[in-house]
């Protein structure tokens, strides 16, 4: 599986911004697709993840409420909606797929099989 993540770019506070990651093969369905984020001089860290049927979806306690994951199996893609964006949601986020559908792994980068190449999330205050 090859990811493709785009839609970053340089927004101010409160503004929305939507992220999409677009998967090649035909196997997209198969996976739980999660998005991360790493902050220059900070560790990749766990954003939200949706499971393969996009019946379950989970959400770091930082951006819960703010941001929406979802995916469509038709178009091998997942998308996260961004809200009330604030300076400390810079980063380059990632898209990633795994195999794992177990809840307390998906949070763990180590529990991915494939990674996007990133996109750059600017947020000025």
């Known amino acids: 599986v090859q990811l493709q993540a785009s839609g970053g770019g340089l927004v101010q506070a409160g503004d929305s911004l939507r992220l999409s990651c677009a998967a090649s093969g035909s196997t997209f369905r198969s996976y739980t697709m999660s998005w991360f984020r790493q902050a220059p001089g900070k560790e990749r860290e766990f954003v939200a993840a949706i499971r393969r049927n996009g019946g379950h979806t989970y959400y770091s306690a930082s951006v819960k409420g703010r941001f929406t994951i979802s995916r469509d199996n038709a178009k091998n893609s997942v998308y996260l909606q961004m809200g009330s964006l604030a300076p400390e949601d810079t980063a380059t986020y990632y898209c990633?797929?795994?195999?794992?559908?177990?809840?307390?792994?998906?949070?763990?980068?180590?529990?991915?099989?494939?990674w996007g190449q990133g996109t750059l999330v600017t947020v000025s205050s």
């Open positions: 990633a797929a795994s195999r794992s559908e177990i809840l307390s792994s998906l949070q763990y980068f180590t529990s991915y099989n494939y």
